[in-house]
Nanobody, 125 residues
Framework: QVQLVESGGGLVQPGGSVKLSCAAS????????FAWFRQAPGKEREGIAH????????YYPDIAKGRFFITRDNAKATVYLQIDNLKPEDTAVYFC??????????????????WGQGTQVTVSS
């Protein structure tokens, strides 16, 4: 089992940047895939970024390329999401998720076994 706790959200100016953190606890964390999703009120959860075990690779959907960056620090058992050039439409609750199997599709909601509680990012002037 893995527990995830997100932090770092808040009110951010358009065009600014934010770096979210996902602190993980459990065993064999280095072997797992992690991802970030976001969800605005009343809307579907949307995949933003995925990172493989031991930081060997990343994946971003087209909508996230160029502004969203996922990294991980295995020594600290933490996954990060850097968002640059924030836009109002980025306003959402951002969730961290982990895939224990390593065989499921990236950024498919049902592929992930555990989720954090989320951290709110509000982009507004």
């Amino acid at each position: 089992q893995v527990q995830l706790v997100e932090s770092g959200g808040g009110l951010v100016q358009p065009g600014g940047s934010v770096k979210l953190s996902c602190a993980a606890s459990g065993s064999d964390l280095d072997s797992y895939m992690f991802a970030w999703f976001r969800q605005a009120p009343g809307k579907e959860r949307e995949g933003i970024a995925h990172i493989g075990s031991r930081n060997v690779g990343t994946y971003y959907p087209d909508i996230a390329k160029g502004r969203f960056f996922i990294t991980r620090d295995n020594a600290k058992a933490t996954v990060y999401l850097q968002i640059d050039n924030l836009k109002p439409e980025d306003t959402a609750v951002y969730f961290c998720a982990v895939d224990l199997s390593q065989t499921k599709e990236c950024l498919l909601t049902d592929s992930y076994d555990y989720w954090g509680q989320g951290t709110q990012v509000t982009v507004s002037s």
